[in-house]
């Protein structure tokens, strides 16, 4: 059974950053393709950023400029470091890994952490 374990959330003033990372277990890590999602109160869960199990790097356009994601397949862990933080970057914080080589849509991903809270104070 796939497990994550997420940390790193917490509360930041605006303009600050945070690294989130996410531990897997019950996978064979290396094969898959891990990614991060947000979901803030009454919105939908939206993408972030996707990383490939040959460690191909993609960001969405809205938050290219300031977050990065970065995998460890030795142990098993995806990060994801946010930078120049905004209030509307509030929200809960997902990660989740697909079976696929590479997936950036939320429908290609099997299995989803838990999520920890991120808030951004003005």
């Known amino acids: 059974q796939v497990h994550f374990v997420e940390s790193g959330g917490g509360s930041v003033q605006a303009g600050g950053s945070l690294r989130l990372s996410c531990t897997a277990s019950?996978?064979?890590?290396?094969?898959?393709?891990m990614g991060w999602f947000r979901q803030a109160p009454g919105n939908e869960r939206d993408f972030l950023a996707t990383?490939?199990?040959?460690?191909?790097?993609y960001v969405a356009d809205s938050v290219k400029d300031r977050f990065a994601i970065s995998r460890d397949n030795a142990r098993n862990m995806v990060h994801l470091q946010m930078n120049s933080l905004k209030p509307e970057d509030t929200a809960v914080y997902y990660c989740a890994a697909s079976r696929s080589f590479f997936a950036s849509t939320k429908g290609e991903f099997d299995s989803w952490g838990q999520g920890t809270q991120v808030t951004v104070s003005s």
């Open positions: 019950g996978l064979t890590f290396s094969t898959y393709a």
């Open positions: 990383i490939g199990s040959n460690g191909t790097p």
